[in-house]
């Protein structure tokens, strides 16, 4: 019997990085033709991790040569007045993507706040509008999360035709749209949940697997069949021989006994949620300069073989 191959560890900071360079290389192509993409972020509040969420979008931003824009409003700012604030960015030339950094305060309507944001600036990917094309297998603005953890399985796989694909878990923000990815990237998906049966029976047919529930080291070896390509989105802070650490929703040392290859926590998925936010608001300035072409070609990246 031969021995399995070692595990690959993707290594998500890397393909950011890449995703990055790419992006830096088409702003400056818009530019040159007289397009300067630029981001406009919304902060309510003064939550903490909201605030570092920003600073670090900010600062990607800036490295890749788009244009930020700040706005940050006191935790009783009105809906109308947030509202109007969208409005006026959506009527904007010079703005290319809205982001609302969430959550809000409780007494606005976040469904209301995400569809007020024009569908062509919408770089959240969470405009009805975008939700219902991404389900058609349109080229919309998609969700950050899910795409990003594509291009790390496209690039460590290659062609993801014919795969069995589950994804584990169904929320609107990376469940139900990885699942519309890996469909339109011709697998065969199952999304399986807290109400599935044969959960993790299920999960043992797959040749990939995405973990998106929110449970620390929910998954382990027991659930994948040899040679899966797993892909870790949980950030789960646990308190572990009295410190605080950041796991995943798969047991990553039991995993990588079984696993071709794995996202670390973290290090894997999470990079690339802001490298795609700048992909968007660059797809977002194309969306309405159309007369732009994409300039630059993604290289070929090496691939893993999955059975």
């Known amino acids: 019997m031969n021995a399995q191959a070692p595990v690959q560890i993707i290594d998500g900071k890397a393909a950011a990085a890449r995703v990055l360079a790419e992006v830096s290389a088409e702003v400056q192509a818009m530019k040159a033709r007289g397009v300067a993409p630029a981001l406009a972020v919304i902060l309510v509040g003064q939550d903490p991790a909201s605030q570092v969420y920003v600073r670090n ?12 824009l700040e706005f940050r409003r006191p935790a009783e700012t009105d809906e109308a007045e947030l509202l109007d604030l969208i409005h006026n960015l959506n009527a904007d030339p010079d703005v290319h993507g809205i982001l609302v950094q969430l959550p ?48 790390l399985l496209q690039d460590s796989c290659g062609d993801l035709a014919g795969k069995h694909a589950v994804v584990i878990g ?55 069949k040899p040679g899966a390509v797993v892909i870790d989105v949980g950030i789960n802070r646990i308190d572990e ?39 968007n608001t660059l797809a977002a300035a194309r969306l309405q300069h159309s007369d732009l072409p994409a300039t630059v070609q993604h290289p070929e990246a090496p691939c893993l073989s999955i059975s």
């Open 57 to 68: 979008k900010v600062l990607r931003a800036e490295e890749c040569g788009i244009r930020s």
């Open 104 to 151: 809000l305060p409780d007494h606005i309507d976040e469904a209301r706040v995400l569809q007020a944001v024009s569908p062509l600036k919408d770089v959240d990917g969470f405009h009805a509008e975008n939700v219902g094309g991404l389900s058609q297998g349109r080229e919309v603005l998609t969700p950050c999360t899910p795409a990003g953890c594509l291009r």
């Open 170 to 224: 169904r929320s609107n923000i990376v469940g139900k749209p990885m699942a519309a990815l890996l469909l339109k990237a011709h697998c065969s998906v199952t999304v399986v949940h807290s109400r599935s049966a044969n959960l993790k029976d299920l999960c043992r047919q797959a040749d990939i697997v995405v973990a998106a529930v929110g449970r620390p080291r929910l998954v382990d070896a027991d659930w994948l």
């Open 241 to 279: 021989g009295g410190r605080s650490r950041l796991v995943g929703d798969v047991d990553f040392d039991s995993a990588i006994a079984r696993a071709a290859a794995i996202t670390p926590v973290p290090g894997g998925v999470g990079p690339m949620t802001i490298a795609f936010l700048m992909k």
